[in-house]
Every structure is written in structure tokens, then in C-alpha cells.
């Protein structure tokens, strides 16, 4: 087993979307020596579902798409330099008898720490369940999408879509002002939507297709052509595309939390129990963001930065208990003169 016994940091956040991002900077500005193990190959987190998707709730923005807020959350995060490790997995915390933390990985790295920030979302890593007809990975690096990363991606294209979720008929309904038509195609019989959304996708002249789903995509370095199939009569029938976009559900699976290592006190839907001042069962372990319940909880990105600011102040504090209870505030932070020069001389 792989080892950085020798690196202590002062804290570890796991995770890397909007709270463990907010979490690495504030922890910047308490001058906290700061590591982020992230389970995917990028920072950002549950947003990257919903790229495209306007974001309106984060107080003193103006809308901005989530990709914009990915983007912007990461630059911030990084602010004071936090080491950052991806593709680890988290999967137990122990603590030693100086009562600094071991965080396991599946890679078998071992991270050292004095204190851990656990901030991995309410679905712990999130992966798109894949379509599984022959080639569909061929694909993939061409015009078969998972995630809508820019709707620009899809206009004036004809434009296959297949899943029955919200999430699908949202796709359909933010992309149908920009594509040259789209078609729909789900295994049921209704779409799992409100009333007024599958309205507003007919509508917008959507085709829906119901009882189908993609038996064969065909193409040679594109899919041009897809074979759908009727599960309810049995017809095979073909469609030309220029793009297909599937969503068919997400895994989800947390296995830190699973583990609940050290005992840590978890809720009947593994959510830490917690308190507003990030702390839960295990003094030196806080979470952030929405892993965590507690009284008063707000449920929004907004919610997700106060968390981590008290978390982060609560592990300072177990670090240093004479330390001050909060970091000073940034407009008059000295820590940052330096770094107000790149935007206010820019």
C-alpha cells in the first residue's frame, strides 16, 4: 500500500463540487495547509448533470449557466494553491492515536490529515448508466452525449433523445428553440414529468415515441442512422440523426459513507448527521454541503457555501482553539492584497 504519511495537512476535503470547492478557499484564507481528493477526473461535482441548465440562487450573481458556475467555483477554489487529487476514491477514514486521520483510497494511497471536511453530495459519485448496444462506446467521442455541455453542441441538428425522466424532457425542451428537429424515444408508455413540462414538449414539437428504445446505432465515425425498436409491436424501424443524447439514469454510490468509518453517526438515507456548525459524531470529521442534515438546512448551493465556511472554521478551531472563531472578512483580508491586484489593475 501506497503511502503520504510524510504530507500532513492541516485538512482533507472529499470531494470536489461547489461546497468542497468554497471549503478550499475559505480554508486558503484561515491559512490552512489544504488537500481535495475528488472521486471523478474533474472538479465541479453534481453540477456536471446539469451543465447547460441556468442557475439563478446564488446570491449576488447573475444567472449563469451551470458550466459557468463549475468553471468560476473551481478558479475560486484554487485560489490558495490546495493540493488536488482526482480518480481516488475515498473509502475509509481511521484515526491514530495522535489524533490526526488516515484517508483511505481505493488506489491504496494513504492521505494524512489533522482534520476531514466531507463534502461528497447527496449521491456521493454520480456516473451516467451507459446505453448498451454494440458501438455505443465507439461513439462517444463523436455525437453521442451524455450530459449536455453546450446546447450550441445540438443546433441545427437533428437530434435523438432517449430516456423518459425530467431530465430528458427538460433536454428536449432547452434544446428544441436551436436543433432542426428532435425525436424522443422511451420504453414506457409516460414520461416521468410534470404535466405542464410534457405539455410544453409537445409544444415545442417534440415527436415522442413511446414504447421504443435504440436497438442499433449505425455509422462509421459518426452515428448517422439509429435502429429503434417497438417493444409493444415488435416493429424495427430506422431514423436518421446527427446527434443522439441519452439519459438513462444515474449510479450512484458513496462508499465512504457506506463504510460510515469511525463510527460516524448517519441518517436511515445515509446523510451525516450533523449540526450548523458542521460537525458531526466524530470531533475533527465535518461535513459540508448537501451530504449533511441537520435542523435548519438549507437545501441550495448557497446553503452548500455557509457550510463549508462553518465547517472549515470548526476545524480550525480544532486545530488551534485560540485561533479567531472566523476568518476575517475578505474585503479587508491583508492574505489577499496581492491577489486583488490581478482584478483591480487588470
Known amino acids: 500500500m501506497l503511502s503520504e504519511n510524510s504530507k500532513l495537512y492541516d485538512i482533507t476535503i472529499i470531494g470536489g463540487g461547489p461546497a468542497g470547492l468554497f471549503a478550499s478557499f475559505y480554508a486558503g484564507l484561515r491559512e490552512m495547509k489544504t488537500k481535495i481528493i475528488e ?4 472538479l ?9 441548465k441556468m442557475v439563478w440562487d446564488v446570491g449576488g450573481q447573475t444567472p449563469l449557466t451551470g458550466r459557468e458556475l463549475i468553471n468560476q467555483s473551481i478558479e475560486q477554489g ?3 494553491s490546495p493540493t488536488v487529487v482526482l480518480e481516488q476514491v475515498v473509502t475509509t477514514i481511521e484515526k491514530k492515536n495522535d489524533g490526526t486521520f488516515l484517508v483511505m483510497t481505493t488506489k491504496g494511497v494513504i492521505h494524512h490529515t489533522k482534520t476531514v471536511v466531507i463534502a461528497t453530495g447527496s449521491g456521493g459519485i454520480i456516473k451516467p448508466m451507459k446505453l448498451e448496444v454494440p458501438k455505443a462506446t465507439k461513439f462517444e467521442e463523436e455525437n453521442l452525449y451524455y450530459e449536455v455541455f453546450d446546447v450550441n453542441d445540438f443546433r441545427g441538428k437533428s437530434l435523438l433523445i432517449s430516456g423518459g425522466s425530467p431530465t430528458s424532457i427538460d433536454w428536449g425542451n432547452d434544446l428544441a428553440p436551436i436543433a432542426k428537429d428532435i425525436t424522443l424515444v422511451y420504453r414506457g408508455d ?3 414529468g410534470l404535466e405542464a413540462t410534457k405539455t410544453k414538449l409537445i409544444n415545442n414539437g417534440v415527436k ?4 421504443t428504445q435504440i436497438h442499433e446505432l449505425i455509422g462509421i465515425n459518426k452515428i448517422n442512422e439509429v435502429v429503434l425498436y417497438n417493444n409493444k ?4 424501424f430506422n431514423v436518421k440523426v446527427d446527434a443522439v443524447l441519452v439519459n438513462h439514469g444515474y449510479h450512484k454510490n458513496n462508499p465512504l459513507l457506506n463504510s460510515k468509518p469511525l463510527g460516524l453517526e448517519l441518517t436511515e438515507h445515509l446523510y451525516i448527521n450533523g449540526n450548523s456548525a458542521g460537525h458531526t459524531t466524530i470531533p475533527g470529521i465535518y461535513g459540508a454541503g448537501d451530504c449533511v442534515l441537520y435542523d435548519g438546512k438549507l437545501q441550495l448551493i448557497a446553503g452548500a457555501y455557509q457550510d463549508a465556511a462553518n465547517a472549515v472554521n470548526s476545524a480550525k478551531l480544532y486545530i488551534e482553539p485560540d485561533a479567531h472563531k472566523v476568518a476575517q472578512v475578505s474585503s479587508h483580508n491583508n492574505i489577499l492584497d496581492e491577489k486583488n491586484k490581478k482584478y483591480l489593475y487588470r
Open 233 to 236: 409491436n415488435q416493429e424495427i
Open 208 to 211: 415522442i415515441l413511446f414504447n
Open 78 to 80: 484554487l485560489s490558495f
Open 190 to 192: 409516460d414520461l416521468k
Open 44 to 52: 465541479g461535482g453534481k453540477v456536471h448533470v446539469y451543465p447547460q
Open 39 to 42: 472521486a471523478d477526473n474533474r
